[in-house]
């Protein structure tokens, strides 16, 4: 254990306390808390000033809670931020079991319609030519019903939740879940209007979405190998939504944009490191992966940023414009 | 992502001499399970040969050298009902359900029900030390109605304890009040929430603990929250704080008409109580500005009888505020003034 000498006492407690009310922590949010706990913890007058928490600290007493906790399956797991690499931690929870399924606040059709959302992002918006891994807020809505396989190219959204068997919700509590994913820290929400999991999801969802898109697909019986829908940075070994892609459409690289710098001062060459193919930097991973193409930017200069086409018309004009091979796997389903 | 609330129904102030003897005793016993913590081997599935050993160094020789050590054998460990118990009462606590015995019977224990009273000292133990919690038994509802005084008088045996449990942070004072409010869902509306309840509940016991709706829905008005809180619409705000335990409605037409009541609530007896209400009322009149405020305190929820001492006019205002407190009495200017007060509370809190 980190914390040497001292026992595990009131002050780790109530950091875990703290950090169980919030759920997910970056070192800049625990500093004041820290401090507020060292202050009531040292002797009498001993003021601890924010800035005198240091990041050591941080991890001591995050070391002293997993070690309190991973008895009972939970653990504090941390992650850098796929954009800026400040960390986050998170705490979270490694099994699920009938005992934690009712620490929940949400419905059982919000959580089928967050269900619906990752699909979304992970298998309907993640193809091979487009690994967008999120939705923006038209795709997000217009997935509030709950519908079977042979309703599904049927998207217009004019009927409300006047059909029987699915249920799922309206669209106005398919707006307000959404908000409220975000609120909760689950979904980050891009100023182009795209949704993404927040660190805090990818860490408590991780060992889910890998089980769940990376198994053998579908078909996946003419695919020989187990189709890779969520891959890892080649850097820093992290799951990726966020970042650069090889050119090269059937490489599987993946880097995050802060990994990209030390990862070619590291190679001294720009090239990827399997297939070694010029890495251009312009192929990307996420949003950007619409937000770059020229269809995008041409709707953008139209409407100036607002109401859009839908996303689907965008892609597939886009696919006109790349060396299109058919739109099948793009439109909705 | 477990939660338990910051809640000061510990009492703090009020029996200080009592929390002053427990705590180092509790202590001790806390380190005696983290310096053992710290040397269990890691728990593994394949435990069945080890049983023995990892059970007590993990338990500790003293409390768990009992049977449960023995019975090991016979399939899951102690140890693992422990956690199970453990998560079973964090994860209730997320969604503010209690945890029930009857819960705990068929989640946790499923065929080990003979077990119940050691896996729960030991989870106690664990919560305590390792989380700085525990669970707290939620206290009977109590009889009011004469239909429930009757209903309760022809079982043979009354329940004497409630057999459920909320978990309360044990942490001293000075801890609790520097965390954050929990983000579940979101800071702000769980900030709004702990406040509304406990001005709720502050209204109810400092008017002798009950209060008729009208009278409620007087409060409501007087703080602007009549129609809506910052929670939700007011009615639903209700109906939730009764689900899950802060408020009681009690509907009673013995009398002919029916009179709607409400009470605290069980959840809101541990998580508030007197000492959560003596707060908000603290927070409220300032000592300096009122003299002698913790006897008054004391007084208005009648925790000591009446004074002996003879009533002054402070006392007979709230004896006679009391008494009138489901038929609308003209309200003194005193109390006018108090109420006034009250509302500026509540509004900082929403």
């Not at chain 1, 690994?131 to 795709?139: H, L, N, P, R, V």
């Not at chain 1, 965008?314 to 091979?325: C, I, M, P, V």
Request: hydrophobic share 30%; proline share 3%; aromatic share 6%.
């Amino acid at each position: 254990m980190s914390d040497d000498g001292h026992q595990y006492n009131d002050s780790n407690r109530a950091f875990l306390q703290a950090f169980m009310a919030r759920g997910a922590l970056n070192f800049k949010e625990a500093r004041p808390i820290l401090a507020a706990i060292f202050t009531v913890h040292g002797k009498q007058g001993a003021e601890t000033a924010e800035e005198d928490v240091t990041e050591a600290d941080m991890l001591s007493y995050v070391a002293a809670a997993n070690n309190a906790i991973s008895f009972f399956d939970l653990e504090i797991r941390s992650m850098p931020s796929q954009v800026d690499r400040t960390r986050i931690w998170a705490l979270v929870n490694t099994t699920s079991d009938p005992m934690t399924q009712l620490a929940t606040m949400h419905s059982a059709d919000e959580i089928s319609y967050l269900k619906r959302l990752l699909d979304a992002m992970f298998e309907t918006y993640n193809t091979p030519r487009q690994e967008i891994m999120a939705i923006t807020d038209m795709q997000a809505i217009k997935l509030h019903k709950n519908l079977s396989e042979s309703q599904a190219n049927n998207t217009q959204d004019g009927g409300m939740t006047q059909n029987s068997a699915g249920k799922g919700l309206t669209m106005a509590d398919a707006e307000r879940t959404l908000k409220s994913f975000v609120e909760e820290g689950w979904f980050e929400r891009s100023r182009n209007g795209f949704f993404t999991l927040s660190p805090r999801a990818l860490m408590e969802l991780k060992q889910y979405l890998v089980t769940t898109y990376n198994g053998p697909g579908d078909e996946g019986e003419e695919e020989e190998e187990r189709v890779e829908r969520i891959k890892n940075c080649h850097a820093c070994r992290e799951l990726i939504t966020v970042g650069q892609r090889c050119p090269t459409r059937e490489c599987a690289v993946r880097i995050h944009d802060v990994c990209t710098q030390n990862l070619f001062r590291a190679l001294r060459e720009r090239n990827c490191p399997k297939c070694k193919a010029e890495w251009v930097g312009e192929n990307y991973v996420g949003e950007r992966a619409v937000t770059t193409t020229e269809a995008w930017l041409k709707g953008r200069r139209r409407s100036k940023g607002g109401a859009r086409t839908s996303g689907a018309q965008q892609r597939s004009t886009q696919l006109a414009d790349e060396e299109g091979a058919g739109e099948e796997e793009e439109e909705e389903e | 992502m477990p939660l338990v609330r910051k809640r000061r129904a510990v009492e703090e102030t009020l029996s200080d001499e009592e929390s002053e003897a427990t705590l180092p005793q509790r202590r001790q016993k806390q380190s005696n399970i983290l310096s053992r913590q710290q040397q269990r081997p890691p728990i593994d599935d394949d435990q069945d040969d080890d049983d023995k050993n990892s059970d007590e160094a993990a338990l500790g020789g003293d409390t768990a050298a009992d049977d449960g050590a023995t019975q090991g054998d016979s399939g899951l460990t102690t140890n693992q009902l422990v956690k199970k118990l453990v998560r079973l009462a964090l994860a209730c606590e997320f969604s503010r359900q209690p945890v029930r015995r009857a819960d705990i019977s068929t989640k946790v224990l499923g065929s080990y029900g003979r077990r119940f009273k050691q896996v729960f000292e030991e989870a106690q133990k664990q919560l305590r030390g390792k989380f700085g919690m525990e669970m707290a038994e939620l206290p009977i509802r109590e009889k009011v109605t004469i239909s429930q005084r009757r209903a309760a008088q022809r079982t043979d045996k009354a329940a004497t304890t409630s057999k459920a449990y909320v978990l309360t942070s044990i942490l001293p004072p000075k801890y609790r009040s520097v965390l954050p409010p929990p983000q579940v869902p979101t800071a702000y509306l769980e900030s709004s929430y702990v406040g509304l309840y406990t001005f709720l509940i502050s209204v109810i016991c400092l008017s002798g603990g009950s209060i008729a709706e009208a009278k409620l829905e007087r409060y409501l008005e007087r703080t602007n929250a009549d129609q809506y809180t910052p929670v939700d619409k007011t009615e639903k705000l209700l109906q939730r704080l009764c689900k899950e335990g802060y408020l009681v409605k009690i509907k009673d037409s013995s009398g002919g008409e029916e009179l709607v009541e409400y009470m605290v609530g069980p959840r809101g007896k541990v998580e508030v109580g007197t000492v959560g209400v003596a707060g908000l009322v603290k927070g409220v009149y300032r000592e300096s500005e009122v003299g002698n405020l913790d006897a008054r305190i004391k007084r208005s929820m009648g925790l000591n009888g009446v004074g002996k001492k003879g009533r002054n006019k402070e006392e007979q205002r709230r004896q006679t505020g009391e008494a009138g407190s489901g038929t609308r009495n003209v309200p003194s200017q005193r109390r006018n003034m108090e109420e006034g007060e009250a509302s500026g509370v509540s509004d900082d809190d929403e």
